[in-house]
């Protein structure tokens, strides 16, 4: 069988990713992860209602299925970010900011690992694009 969830890879002003500890019980019971925010709610309401932010969504990323010994998990990663002042959302036990520099082994379900490695990319080309807008510009 094959399930689904979406994942929210939600960045703020500071370049980093919120996260949020899953329950003990179930699959990667207390491991850091992506908030989940299911399908019953559009992606900006949610996030409004949940953690009362304002996001702009940017993009979904490619499906990633990630294979149990009894079911396949289909993950659509969605790039948003924080229109407004994260101040709202203080590191708490079960959510912080994690800097994409980080080195911190907090414990990440594999699927989570990856998408955090391809964030970290991203934010790299993005910010060598920048660079190099800025120097067109000025060069």
């Given amino acids: 069988p094959v399930r689904s969830t979406r994942m929210l890879m939600l960045i703020n002003h500071d370049h ?4 949020e500890r899953r329950p003990p019980a179930g699959i990667w019971g207390g491991l ?3 908030p ?13 209602e949940r953690l009362g932010l304002t996001v702009k969504p940017l993009e979904d990323w490619p499906v990633v299925r990630h294979t ?10 969605v790039l948003a970010v924080v229109n407004d002042d994260d101040s709202r959302i203080m590191d708490d036990a079960g959510r912080l900011w994690y800097e994409l520099e980080s080195n911190d082994e907090l414990g990440f379900a594999a699927p989570v690992e990856k998408l955090i490695n391809r964030l970290f990319t991203w934010q790299n080309n993005r ?13």
Avoid: M, Y
């Fill in 16 to 19: 980093n990713i919120l996260l």
């Fill in 32 to 34: 850091w992860g992506f």
């Fill in 36 to 48: 989940e925010p299911g399908d019953e709610l559009p992606l900006e309401h949610w996030v409004q």
């Fill in 68 to 77: 149990f010994s009894h079911f396949h998990l289909d993950i659509t990663p």
């Fill in 127 to 139: 910010a060598a694009d920048e660079q190099n807008r800025t120097v067109c510009k000025t060069g």
